[in-house]
Each structure stands twice: as structure tokens, then as C-alpha cells.
């Protein structure tokens, strides 16, 4: 990874480090902004009181426990890990969420609601493996980030980049531990803002050649260091 690739990584994952993770809703401290909460069985009921957290992390969200999240208006970004729900639909319901991570998320109604989010402009879909096809996400018009990753143990298999075409706001596309089906990678040249390509070697070499002649304005690793 360059250097510029590696500031870009920081900017747009935007990680926040939690001093503490909060299993008991009693010991959260009620002013609190920055929230990582991991369910247990009934624990989470009332969270939706914690009117001043701008930033969750949530561990084993299940239906009842999304539906309290959804109601903290304020929420700025959101992660959501370990999910079993049914809709997310009701993300519509937090006006203001600007990031929005998913990991281990399982199909479900709502995905083409990730893309209708007003004021959404980074979303990371990780370590889904039961989803392969992204076309509800085509299109997206206010995206600016988008990661779509594994992790160390399991390759996040992708049919096409296809659906990460024509998304005329996006400037930065992550996508590491990922098995690509479809190996043209000239789909995203089609993102006119589109300036960090940082995903893994998914393609052969003449793909990431293709794509490095239509598109020499990318950054990305593997356009002259294929072989490292």
C-alpha cells in the first residue's frame, strides 16, 4: 500500500476507538457520545434513551434490538455487527447518518434502501458472505466511500463490479479479501470522481491494465507493482 493509499484508508474508514465496550445498559453513562454496545440476550432494551450518541457500534443486533437503534434521531455513523434481522427498512428513520458499516450481514429485505439514504456518504458492507450479488447498490448517487471486503480468514466472494459502476459522487472504493466472479474491472471507470481503486489482485494483470488505460488517473497498487 502507498502512502497516499494508506492516508486515504484513514480518512475514509473513519475508525473510531471505543475505550470500552458496554454489555449492561445501567453502566453506560447517559451523556455518552460514543457508544459500543454488545447485546446480550435483553440488555439493550432502552437504549433508544441515549438521545446524545452521535457514534454506536452495536454487537448481536437482533429485530427488537435494530428497532431501538433506529430511533437515536441523532446518530452521525452507525456499525452494526453480527446481524440477524428481517428489514432495514428502518434506517430511514435516522435522518442524519452519514457512515454506515455492516458486518456479517445476511440477506435480507431493504438492501435497496442503502442507496436512498439522504445524507449517507461512506458504507462498508463486511465479512457478508452469503451476499455476492450488489446490484442493489447501483447507481448510488451520494456515496463518496464504499467497501465491500472479507477478512484475513474468508474471501468475500463478488460476481461483477458492475453494480459499482455509475456512481457519479464516489471518489474512493475498497474491496480487500475479495474473490471477483467477473474479471473486467473497467466498470468503475465509469465513477468520474472515482480517485483510490484500493481492493485486492482479483483480476489478472491485463485487467488492471485495462482499466489503468482508460483510467491512469486511479490509484491503486497493483497498476505497477503487480507482481510485490
Known amino acids: 500500500m502507498t502512502p497516499e493509499e494508506s492516508a486515504a484508508h484513514d480518512f475514509y474508514r473513519e475508525r473510531y476507538h471505543h ?5 449492561k445498559l445501567s453502566d453506560v453513562p447517559p451523556d455518552i457520545e460514543y457508544l459500543n454496545f454488545w447485546r446480550k440476550q435483553n440488555s439493550y432494551i432502552g437504549i433508544c434513551n441515549l438521545k ?3 457514534h454506536l457500534t452495536a454487537m448481536a443486533v437482533n429485530n427488537p434490538f435494530f428497532d431501538e437503534v433506529c430511533e437515536l434521531k441523532s446518530l452521525d455513523s452507525l456499525v452494526l455487527s453480527n446481524i440477524d434481522i ?9 435522518p442524519n447518518l452519514r457512515y454506515l ?12 434502501l442503502l442507496i436512498q439514504l439522504p445524507k449517507l456518504k461512506k458504507l462498508w458492507i463486511s465479512e457478508s458472505k452469503a451476499i455476492t450479488d450488489y446490484s442493489f447498490l447501483k447507481g448510488a448517487k451520494s456515496l463518496v466511500a464504499l467497501g465491500v471486503e472479507g477478512d484475513i480468514w474468508t474471501k468475500q466472494k463478488v460476481d461483477s463490479l458492475e453494480p459499482f459502476s455509475e456512481m457519479p459522487m464516489l471518489e474512493a472504493l475498497f474491496m480487500s479479501s475479495v474473490q471477483l466472479k467477473d474479471k473486467n474491472l473497467n466498470y468503475v471507470a465509469s465513477n468520474p470522481k472515482l480517485k483510490y481503486f484500493s481492493v485486492a489482485r482479483f483480476a489478472p494483470r491485463s485487467s488492471f491494465e485495462s482499466l489503468y488505460e482508460i483510467r491512469p488517473d486511479l490509484v491503486s497498487q497493483w497498476f505497477e507493482n503487480y507482481d510485490v
Open 86 to 94: 428481517d428489514n432495514l427498512d428502518k434506517l430511514n428513520q435516522l
Open 101 to 112: 458499516k455492516l458486518v456479517k450481514l445476511k440477506p435480507c429485505k431493504g438492501l435497496d
Open 52 to 54: 446524545k450518541v452521535n
Open 19 to 23: 475505550k470500552e465496550v458496554y454489555r
